[in-house]
């Protein structure tokens, strides 16, 4: 699917395909095209002289966001959001920038919710008509601030798990917090390479002496994307520290139960032995023809359980 917003004689029209016979860069006209599919069309390729490297990056399905200067336009690649909720599960759209002068083209191979929300909004032929750079930054900048919404509500989560460790202790937890430190290391990587391009973007335009306003959008944008790569780290790194912790729990849960059940082996050990001695079946036994033997017995095996446990008591073993 093809779809075109064009900026002529400061009037906005939308449509197909069909509109690209009406643009003339010569004129002033400005454009935006957006393509949702497998390959970018080869008429577009022509009219907009997009480079093949450029091309080949766009319609691969799993490529590192990136930026590259051609000649005449600026190619980036961006990951925008399919799919992310609250609990970190998220699902790419892949998009590509090839930004010009008086052109932008966005390329995807599945529908872009930072991209449909641009399309149609009422500000998009002002940032159009005055440069193409300032629109993508505003596309950039809600697939940003998408992401930073999600990221920021993901921090109560992992408040409420931190607030009551006890509590949290559970194999369930233990599970929803490994996977969340998977996911984490995915976007992790993921804003680690978008900060950079945003950073290399900024660059590009201080190089060709942009002005001002410029220079504040792509700012904003890289700022966003550095708190994205912060809290990232940040919460990659408070989810292990809760895995740690939990476990660590886990083992002195452990260690104080089977520190019980030495105690009670240690108490029991003695008197099975002296049930185990008086238990045996020889005929002369002395002890089993006095007449208070058996109370005494119990009472030596009872004063001994009491001074054992009294003695781990003290020890501070129970």
């Given at each position: 699917?093809?779809?075109?917003?064009?900026?002529?004689?400061?009037h906005?029209?939308?449509?197909?395909?069909?509109?690209?016979?009406?643009?003339?860069?010569?004129?002033?006209?400005?454009?935006?095209?957006?393509?949702?599919?497998n390959?970018i069309?080869?008429?577009?390729c022509?009219?907009?002289?997009?480079?093949?490297?450029?091309?080949?990056?766009?319609?691969?399905?799993?490529?590192?966001?990136?930026?590259?200067r051609?000649?005449?336009?600026?190619?980036?690649?961006?990951?925008?959001?399919?799919?992310?909720?609250?609990?970190?599960?998220?699902?790419?759209?892949?998009?590509?920038?090839?930004?010009g002068q008086?052109f932008?083209?966005t390329?995807?191979?599945?529908?872009?919710?930072?991209?449909?929300?641009?399309?149609?909004?009422?500000?998009?032929?002002?940032?159009?008509?005055r440069?193409?750079?300032?629109?993508?930054?505003?596309?950039?900048n809600?697939?940003?601030?998408?992401?930073?919404?999600?990221?920021?509500?993901?921090?109560?989560?992992?408040?409420?798990?931190?607030?009551?460790?006890?509590?949290?202790?559970?194999?369930?937890?233990?599970?929803?917090?490994?996977?969340?430190?998977?996911?984490?290391r995915?976007?992790?990587r993921?804003?680690?390479?978008?900060?950079?391009?945003?950073?290399?973007?900024?660059d590009?335009?201080?190089?060709l002496?942009?002005?001002?306003e410029?220079?504040?959008?792509?700012?904003d944008?890289?700022?966003k994307?550095?708190?994205?790569?912060s809290l990232?780290?940040?919460y990659?790194?408070?989810?292990?520290?809760?895995?740690?912790?939990?476990?660590?729990?886990?083992?002195?849960?452990?260690?104080g139960?089977?520190?019980v059940l030495t105690?009670?082996?240690?108490?029991?050990?003695?008197?099975?032995?002296?049930?185990?001695?008086?238990?045996?079946?020889?005929?002369?036994?002395?002890?089993l023809?006095?007449?208070?033997g058996?109370?005494?017995?119990?009472?030596?095996?009872?004063?001994?359980s009491v001074?054992l446990?009294?003695?781990?008591?003290?020890?501070?073993?129970?």
């Open positions: 699917m093809v779809r075109v917003n064009l900026v002529k004689d400061g906005l029209s939308s449509g197909g395909p069909e509109l690209l016979a009406q643009y003339d860069a010569s004129a002033g006209h400005r454009v935006w095209v957006d393509i949702c599919g390959l069309p080869d008429n577009i022509t009219q907009f002289d997009l480079h093949d490297l450029s091309l080949s990056d766009a319609q691969r399905k799993r490529h590192p966001p990136k930026v590259e051609f000649e005449n336009y600026i190619y980036l690649l961006q990951r925008g959001i399919k799919v992310f909720d609250a609990d970190l599960t998220f699902e790419h759209v892949q998009i590509s920038f090839f930004i008086q932008v083209i390329f995807h191979h599945t529908d872009s919710l930072s991209v449909n929300a641009w399309w149609k909004n009422s500000q998009t032929q002002d940032y159009l008509s440069a193409p750079i300032l629109l993508v930054s505003r596309i950039l809600t697939m940003a601030s998408r992401y930073l919404e999600v990221m920021l509500e993901f921090e109560n989560t992992l408040s409420e798990i931190e607030d009551d460790l006890q509590a949290a202790l559970s194999d369930e937890v233990l599970m929803e917090l490994t996977s969340y430190r998977t996911r984490l995915r976007l992790k993921i804003f680690s390479y978008h900060e950079k391009s945003s950073m290399a973007l900024g590009i335009y201080k190089e002496n942009s002005d001002n410029i220079s504040y959008h792509l700012h944008v890289l700022d994307n550095e708190r994205l790569s990232s780290q940040m990659y790194e408070l989810t292990g520290d809760l895995l740690d912790s939990m476990l660590s729990m886990a083992s002195h849960k452990l260690n139960t089977m520190r105690v009670i082996t240690a108490v029991f050990v003695p008197l099975s032995f002296i049930v185990g001695l008086y238990g045996m079946n020889f005929e002369y036994i002395p002890e023809k006095f007449k208070y058996y109370f005494m017995v119990v009472g030596f095996m009872l004063t001994l001074s446990i009294s003695l781990f008591r003290f020890k501070k073993w129970l």
